[in-house]
C-alpha cells in the first residue's frame, strides 16, 4: 500500500464518516444503558425512551405529521424491499412501475418478484438525457392492475432529482400507492414527505453520518402495507426484531444535524460542485458532465473522460494521492458491466466505462476539491498514455 500522507473521501453517496455528535450520542448506548426496548424495567424504558427520541428526530427531517409514520429499518435496501414486496402481496393487483435508473434495491426486487411465478411484472420507465422521468410516461404506464409506483427521489449515480410531487399525485389520481426512495436526498436537500405527497419513503443513516446498518422507512398515516420482518411484534408489529438502540440513537441524532445544516450546506456545495467542474473541465480536455447543472443533487458530480478506464483512474487517484472516489461501472456485482444509469441517459456502453462519481458531505473542504483538481489533470496524463483507446 502507499505510503499516504492525507485522505481525501469524495465517495459520500456510497457511505459517510459517522459524525462525532453521533458517536457521543450513541456511546451510552453501547456501554450502561444496553437495555432492550421491550422490556419493562429502567434499562428497558430508557432505551425505548432514547428510541422514541430518535422516531421524533427523524419524523423532524421529514416533516412526518406523526413520529408513528416512521419505522426504523436495517437501511435503505431493507425500507425498499418492504415497500415494494408488502405493497404487491398485500394487494391484489399485479403491477409495478418504477424508472429504469432506480439502484439495484428496488431494480431487484422487481425482478424477483417477476420471476416468483405470482405473475407479477413491471415497467420501468425511460428518462431523459438529463435522468428525469416524464410524468406523462407515467400517467400511460399505469394499469387498473398497477399496485405500486416507486419512482427515486434522486439518483445515486448522477443526482438528478425526480419531480416526485407531480408523479406521486399522477400516481393518486388512479388511486395507486407511492413509493420514493430518498436514500440519496435524506439530509442534503429538503425531503418534505407532506409537500412531496408520497405513501412511503426510504432512507437510510449511513447516507448521513449515522452509522451503517440503520434507516426507516416512512409509511403515511392510515397506510395500508403488511408487516415485513415476524417474530416479536417490534414497531407496531409491523417490523420485528430487537431494535438496534445504539444505531437507532445515531440516526436521531444525525438527522437532527443534517436537518440544522440543510440550508447551509447546500449552496456550498452546489458551490464545490461548480468549482470542481469548472477546474476538470479547464484542466482536462474532452470531458462530459453527466451530472445535471440544475435539478441536481448538491455534492454531486459524475463525469465521463474520453480515453480513460474509470477504473484506473480510481485506483491511481487513490494510490498516488489519497482521494477516495468511485467509477461508473456496476462493480456492486464483481463486473465491470457499464452503468444501467449512464446508458439509461444516452452515454454510449464505450465511453461509460470512463466515468468517475465525486460526492461530497458535510466536511468537504475547497481545500480538497482544488488538490483533487490538481491530482485528476496529473494522473489523466497516466491512465490516457495507457490507454488504447485515447488518440487524442
Ligand atoms: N437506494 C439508493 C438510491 C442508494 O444509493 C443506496 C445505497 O447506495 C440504497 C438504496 C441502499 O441503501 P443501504 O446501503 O442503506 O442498504
Redesign the pocket.
Known amino acids: 500500500m502507499a505510503n499516504r500522507q492525507q485522505t481525501i473521501y469524495l465517495d459520500n453517496?456510497?457511505t459517510t464518516m459517522v459524525a462525532l455528535e453521533v458517536c457521543e450520542a450513541m456511546l451510552p448506548f453501547l456501554g450502561e444503558s444496553y437495555g432492550n426496548s421491550t422490556t419493562l424495567y429502567h434499562l428497558g424504558s430508557a432505551a425505548q425512551q432514547a428510541a422514541e427520541t430518535a422516531r421524533q428526530q427523524v419524523a423532524g427531517l421529514l416533516g412526518a405529521e406523526k413520529e408513528e409514520e416512521i419505522y426504523f429499518t436495517s437501511?435503505?435496501?431493507?425500507s425498499?424491499n418492504w415497500a415494494i414486496i408488502s405493497s404487491v402481496l398485500g394487494q391484489k393487483k399485479r403491477h409495478l412501475v418504477i424508472s429504469s435508473i432506480e439502484?439495484h434495491?428496488?431494480l431487484e426486487t422487481c425482478e424477483d418478484l417477476a420471476k416468483l411465478g405470482l405473475e407479477i411484472d413491471f415497467t420501468a420507465l425511460p428518462v431523459d438525457v438529463e435522468g428525469r422521468v416524464n410524468p406523462e410516461e407515467l400517467r400511460r404506464a399505469l394499469r387498473p392492475d398497477t399496485a405500486l409506483v416507486s419512482i427515486?427521489h434522486a439518483?445515486?449515480e448522477i443526482g438528478t432529482v425526480e419531480p416526485i410531487r407531480e408523479l406521486a399525485e399522477i400516481a393518486h389520481e388512479q388511486g395507486v400507492l407511492f413509493h420514493t426512495?430518498a436514500?440519496?436526498t435524506a439530509g442534503k436537500i429538503p425531503v418534505d414527505v407532506k409537500e412531496l405527497g408520497v405513501d412511503m419513503l426510504?432512507l437510510?443513516g449511513?447516507?448521513f453520518h449515522a452509522p451503517?446498518g440503520t434507516?426507516a422507512l416512512y409509511l403515511r398515516k392510515g397506510t395500508r402495507l403488511n408487516a415485513f420482518m415476524h417474530g416479536g411484534g417490534h414497531e407496531r408489529n409491523r417490523r420485528s426484531g430487537t431494535v438496534n438502540i445504539p444505531g437507532v440513537v445515531g440516526l436521531g441524532k444525525a438527522a437532527e444535524l443534517a436537518g440544522e445544516w440543510l440550508e447551509s450546506e447546500m449552496p456550498r456545495l452546489k458551490q464545490l460542485t461548480e468549482k470542481l467542474w469548472t477546474g476538470i473541465a479547464a484542466a482536462i480536455p474532452q470531458v462530459t458532465r453527466n451530472s445535471p447543472v440544475e435539478g441536481s443533487l448538491p455534492g454531486m458530480l459524475n463525469v465521463t473522460v474520453a480515453g480513460a478506464e474509470g477504473e484506473a483512474m480510481l485506483m491511481y487517484l487513490d494510490m498516488h494521492h489519497g482521494i477516495c472516489i468511485s467509477s461508473g461501472s456496476a462493480c456492486t456485482t464483481g463486473s465491470l458491466d457499464p452503468s444501467h444509469v449512464l446508458l439509461a441517459i444516452g452515454v454510449p456502453a464505450e465511453t461509460a466505462h470512463g466515468s468517475l462519481r465525486f460526492s461530497m458531505s458535510h466536511y468537504t473542504t475547497e481545500a480538497e476539491i482544488d488538490t483533487t483538481i490538481a491530482a485528476m489533470s496529473v494522473e489523466i496524463e497516466k491512465v490516457r498514455a495507457m490507454s488504447p483507446t485515447w488518440d487524442g
Open positions: 453517496a456510497a437501511g435503505g435496501t431493507e425498499d439502484h434495491a428496488v427515486m439518483n445515486n426512495d436514500v440519496q426510504s437510510s449511513h447516507k451503517k434507516g
